[in-house]
């Protein structure tokens, strides 16, 4: 069963975001808030607890499309090819923030994300988020919270998520309430910006 654990976005503990990321180091899934709805994430580098995701989202690994989450835009270079400066200047522009961004993955993809041609790049404006990214060194993967419900797409309840998931995943964090529209994703792997999804984040920027 899943431990809850709660945290604040002002100033997450450092000794639980510590015992969080240790859970994610030992190949567990763990749901998180970020600065739109709650993610279910786990180490990139982990191919048994990417596995796992892939078997409680129904899909194969290989054909997944999930998230990298970042703590900031430092390591871009790990995971993407080389950018032209009009599309680092959308990035610098809009990150941390309620944002996807679609960019050409490179060859030093992790291998479980080897045939990957592009990548979902995060960086959300949430300190627990990012708080957990950067202690754990590397990116989360992750996918959105849905709900079963028709009209709320996603649940925003840290509690109802524990219900809902505490014998799927390791630990929950508390963070308080999300929000219950998910992220803006634009394509920007050829060079254009492509509207993939309408979310938080305003089209403006573009």
């Given at each position: 069963?899943?431990?809850?654990?709660?945290?604040?976005?002002?100033?997450?503990?450092?000794?639980?975001?510590?015992?969080?990321?240790?859970?994610?180091r030992k190949g567990g899934l763990v749901i998180y808030p970020t600065d739109t709805v709650y993610g279910l994430g786990c180490d990139i580098t982990n191919t048994k607890a990417l596995e796992r995701l892939a078997r409680i989202k129904g899909v194969k690994l290989e054909k997944a499309n999930w998230s990298f989450v970042c703590a900031d835009l430092s390591n871009l270079s790990d995971y993407v090819r080389q950018i032209d400066s009009s599309t680092f200047k959308i990035l610098k522009r809009t990150l941390p923030g309620p944002y996807t961004f679609i960019l050409p993955g490179n060859n030093n993809l992790p291998k479980d994300f080897k045939k990957k041609k592009t990548v979902g790049i995060r960086?959300?404006?949430?300190?627990?988020?990012?708080?957990?990214?950067?202690?754990?060194?590397?990116?989360?993967?992750s996918t959105s919270i849905r709900d079963d419900d028709d009209i709320l797409e996603y649940t925003t309840d840290p509690e109802l998520i524990y219900e809902k998931w505490q014998n799927l995943v390791d630990v929950v964090i508390d963070g308080g309430y999300g929000d219950n529209v998910a992220s803006t994703v634009i394509d920007l792997s050829e060079g254009e910006p492509v509207v993939v999804r309408e979310g938080k984040g305003s089209l403006d920027i573009l």
């Open positions: 069963m899943a431990e809850l654990i709660k945290l604040y976005e002002e100033n997450p503990n450092p000794r639980q975001v510590e015992k969080v990321v240790n859970v994610l960086v959300p404006d949430n300190n627990i988020a990012r708080a957990l990214v950067a202690e754990l060194g590397n990116p989360i993967v």
